[in-house]
């Protein structure tokens, strides 16, 4: 998987729940940068799914992600999520990164998936397991991305009908 394309990635947003967000470390920023994606992918055309952990416990997706999702968020009480996102590679943005987006993606690559993370969307309570997290999915063969990266490679090129767009995103 060495370019991610809008044609081939799907956009996976994990467990991003009001309860749990003033929580994490960085939350505003993995917040924003996931705000970026999904205003990337409805730009770019990449189909766009979520999820949602104990939402009785930790709440709705937050307002501002839930009103770019194309539909409800899938509820869920594991923590990986079983989700078949459809063909493609799996970008994924969320909350736990040393949990639920561990879990989930750890959970994609066994079945042979292709699995892209964005390490600034993603986010968890403590810097530390933010961390190690990461180092433990690029182990297993998972690509570790920031925002910037997944944009510019959706659009491939600066004559993308959506570049001025999609760069505005990043100012």
Do not use: Y
Not at 114 to 140: C, E, K, T
Request: aromatic letters at 2%; proline letters at 6%; charged letters at 20%.
């Amino acid at each position: 998987m060495p370019l991610l394309s809008a044609e081939s990635s799907v956009l996976l947003v994990v467990d991003l729940q009001e309860r749990l967000m003033p929580a994490i470390s960085a939350g505003a920023e993995v917040l924003q940068n996931a705000e970026r994606l999904l205003r990337g992918a409805g730009l770019t055309g990449v189909d766009v799914h979520a999820t949602e952990q104990n939402p009785a416990g930790l709440g709705p997706t937050v307002g501002e992600i839930a009103d770019l999702l194309p539909g409800p968020a899938q509820p869920k009480t594991s923590f990986a999520a079983d989700i078949d996102p459809g063909p493609g590679t799996i970008v994924v943005a969320g909350c736990e990164a040393h949990v639920c987006v561990l879990q989930t993606v750890l959970a994609l690559r066994a079945r042979g998936r292709d699995v892209a993370v964005v390490a600034d969307a993603v986010g968890s309570r403590a810097p530390a397991n933010h961390d190690r997290a990461l180092g433990r999915m690029r182990a297993h063969g998972v690509d570790v991305v920031t925002t910037e990266m997944v944009l510019f490679e959706w659009l491939h090129d600066s004559d993308h009908a959506a570049f001025r767009d999609v760069q505005k995103l990043i100012r």
